[in-house]
């Protein structure tokens, strides 16, 4: 071995070499990582890929489908909450929509059941005042009967204020009644020969109580049906008076 061989090898860098050193400086490195959420499953499974090659030990086939599977039912999760969430809002909102749209339709049909309903309601009540009218009437004229025959002279105030009610030029007076108050009122009555010339009528068709008066230029209807009838009418409304 020479002298040479023995020189150590110098490790300086002669100026002809410099030219070719670049120098290196650390990146400069800001912020936090952020990755996408839907990133999450691709990076779980380098993850798990990174891992095992770090081991040392070679990926076989079946631990690459464990990977899978495991990367497939973490994916199936995700999107299962994923969906969730979504679907609970949108399905909150169809909701309310439908909800609000299903409640103006039952006030729709309800505000149309109170109608149907209101219809009967006022006929109804027609229909009960009318046959009330009539059962006051049928009552009054039992009532009236009655005291006619308790006493009977009441149809003689009736003639008398017919009569009052006629024109004083009026003559050829005929009185209309009932045969029975007929026989009453001749027997009770003085026909005044020189004022008027009455003559009394019979006719059964009259109730008890009432009389028509007759003459040659007027006509009075005294009938028990005829004042019951007005006194119904001043009550109730002429309008409510169908008989």
Do not use: N
């Not at 071995?1 to 490790?11: A, E, G, Q, T």
């Not at 936090?32 to 770090?54: F, G, N, T, Y």
């Not at 909800?99 to 109170?114: N, P, R």
């Not at 009532?143 to 009026?170: C, H, M, N």
């Amino acid at each position: 071995m020479s002298v040479d061989d023995k020189k150590p090898v110098s490790r300086l860098i002669t100026a002809e070499g410099f030219g070719a050193v670049q120098r290196w400086e650390l990146p400069t490195v800001g912020g936090a990582i952020v990755e996408k959420p839907e990133d999450e499953l691709e990076v779980s499974i380098q993850q798990r890929a990174s891992r095992q090659k770090m081991s040392g030990k070679p990926v076989t086939a079946g631990q690459v489908e464990k990977i899978q599977k495991q990367a497939y039912q973490e994916g199936l999760a995700l999107g299962k909450k994923e969906g969730l969430k979504k679907g609970k809002k949108e399905g909150y909102e169809f909701g309310v929509k439908q909800g609000q749209a299903e409640s103006q339709e039952k006030i729709k049909q309800f505000e149309s059941i109170l109608q149907t309903l209101s219809e009967p309601l006022s006929q109804l009540d027609d229909l009960v005042e009318q046959e009330l009218l009539s059962l006051v009437m049928a009552i009054s004229r039992q009532v009236i009967r009655r005291e006619l025959k308790t006493d009977p002279g009441q149809v003689i105030a009736v003639i008398r204020e017919a009569v009052g009610a006629l024109p004083l030029a009026d003559a050829k007076v005929r009185v209309f009644l009932h045969p029975e108050d007929a026989e009453l009122v001749r027997k009770a009555l003085t026909m005044p020969e020189d004022k008027h010339a009455w003559q009394v009528v019979e006719d059964p068709v009259l109730s008890r109580g009432g009389c028509k008066v007759v003459t040659e230029t007027s006509q009075i209807d005294a009938s028990l049906d005829a004042r019951l009838t007005a006194l119904a009418a001043a009550v109730f409304g002429e309008g409510r008076i169908s008989d």
